[in-house]
């Protein structure tokens, strides 16, 4: 059954590029929805910036570290990850912004990530500097999936270090989707 769920995957995929041709009978759809748990949901989070960042604590690189400055990373993953989720791991970062503490992504990165119990599984933001093979968390925060809505909201979070520190705040839009309404709106994407 699993493989069902991770082909209609694929297929959206292609969809999104404009590259495939939409599914060809209603059948098709009601299987895919057939095999799936009410609690999927797709969650798009998209990385806008981050803001007054700690300094990186140990020495990256001697000369950013003088200067206080970091190069913020962030990475993004599913915490909490349902045992049966077909997808497996889903861990994606953004691109590096060199030199800075208050770090903006132009344009914003989007990220989306498929959730098998959107009740119980998170989205979790650390916020890394990384230079060569040594980084340094410079803060993280979580995004409790059941508070993402269907409309797009764009929020400022905390973020605090290993410590339990505050480390400035991340600033992301969120938003959610059915696994049903993510069908549909495939189907007609790809007319």
């Not at 969650?43 to 960042?53: G, K, P």
Request: hydrophobic share 40%; proline share 5%.
């Amino acid at each position: 059954m699993a493989w069902l769920y991770v082909d209609y995957i694929m297929h959206m995929q292609r969809c999104s590029d404009s590259t495939s041709i939409a599914f060809k009978k209603s059948q098709d759809i009601s299987q895919y929805l057939s095999f799936c748990s009410p609690d999927v949901a797709i969650i798009t989070v998209t990385v806008v910036s981050a803001r007054e960042l700690s300094p990186c604590a140990s020495p990256i690189g001697e000369q950013r570290t003088l200067r206080g400055l970091a190069d913020p990373i962030v990475q993004l993953s599913v915490e909490n990850m349902h045992p049966d989720n077909p997808v497996g791991e889903q861990l994606q970062r953004t691109s590096v912004v060199l030199t800075t503490l208050n770090p903006s992504w132009k344009p914003p990165e989007r990220f989306q990530f498929i959730l098998q119990d959107a009740s119980t599984e998170n989205i979790l933001l650390n916020v890394i500097s990384q230079a060569g093979t040594q980084c340094t968390q410079l803060g993280s925060a979580v995004l409790t999936s059941v508070n993402i809505s269907e409309d797009t909201q764009t929020i400022a979070v905390p973020l605090v270090t290993v410590d339990s520190e505050e480390s400035g705040e991340i600033v992301v839009s969120t938003s959610r989707m059915s696994l049903e309404a993510a069908k549909i709106r495939a189907c007609y994407d790809c007319l």
